[in-house]
């Protein structure tokens, strides 16, 4: 072969290889862009927990500004979450009132480890009985998080202490305070609202959900590490 034709063929050879090398980059680099824009695309991927679904915040319709579920889920590894304990003895030191007018400490029943669901889940709340229409107060000076209308819950406010270390979550109210919303700075002891029976709650029943949760670092109003109100309570 003529030296002309060997490097002809080299050229030839060389040109195939960078144009080869080229394709298969190229399909790498789409499949990879493809693949983060499904994982993207995914309405799935890392949504937080909700009160009523395992894939996201809870979905029922918010009621008007001036008033806006069932409990958060729970989320028993939340980072930096104190132990049980310690927790239970911080809150006791706040000798935070019974919610409910006109109810002792002594008449408080433990509910938090009820079933709830047919045994699928635990209440994780205390349930204090009264007349509906009996004033409901704030445990803790703090803010309105959140005022939310839920199927299970009926209507429902999430109140966080200043810190924005626990959230206190009260349910199934007749309706709200005059005047509260959501950001709203409220006083210990102010009326946030009235005991009912909305939500899932039997109406010859009326009575307050109230539960305590530890806010994770993002502060999630839908979630949290419950804590037995009835151990900090007593």
Not at 52 to 69: G, M, V
Not at 84 to 110: A, C, H, Y
Not at 130 to 146: D, L, M
């Amino acid at each position: 072969m003529r030296r002309v034709d060997r490097v002809r063929l080299e050229k030839r050879r060389r040109l195939i290889l960078t144009f080869g090398l080229a394709f298969t980059l190229g399909a790498l680099t789409s499949g990879a862009l493809i693949w983060r824009a499904d994982r993207l695309a995914d309405p799935f991927d890392e949504v937080p927990v909700g009160a009523e679904s395992s894939t996201a915040a809870p979905a029922d319709t918010p009621l008007p500004a001036a008033a806006i579920p069932a409990s958060p889920a729970s989320t028993a590894g939340t980072s930096g979450s104190m132990a049980e304990g310690e927790t239970v003895k911080l809150l006791k030191r706040r000798m935070l009132p019974i919610p409910v007018d006109g109810v002792s400490r002594e008449q408080l029943r433990d509910t938090f480890d009820d079933d709830r669901a047919g045994g699928l889940r635990t209440h994780e709340a205390l349930d204090i009985m009264a007349k509906r229409g009996t004033p409901v107060r704030a445990v803790e000076t703090g803010r309105v998080a959140k005022l939310f209308q839920s199927v299970p819950g009926g209507l429902t406010v999430y109140l966080f202490d200043p810190a924005g270390t626990f959230s206190y979550y009260y349910a199934h109210l007749d309706r709200y305070a005059a005047g509260l919303t959501e950001g709203k700075q409220v006083n210990r002891g102010d009326v946030i609202g009235y005991v009912g029976s909305t939500g899932n709650a039997s109406e010859d029943a009326p009575h307050l959900h109230f539960a305590i949760f530890q806010l994770g670092p993002d502060r999630k109003w839908w979630e949290g590490t419950p804590i037995n109100p009835y151990d900090v309570l007593r």
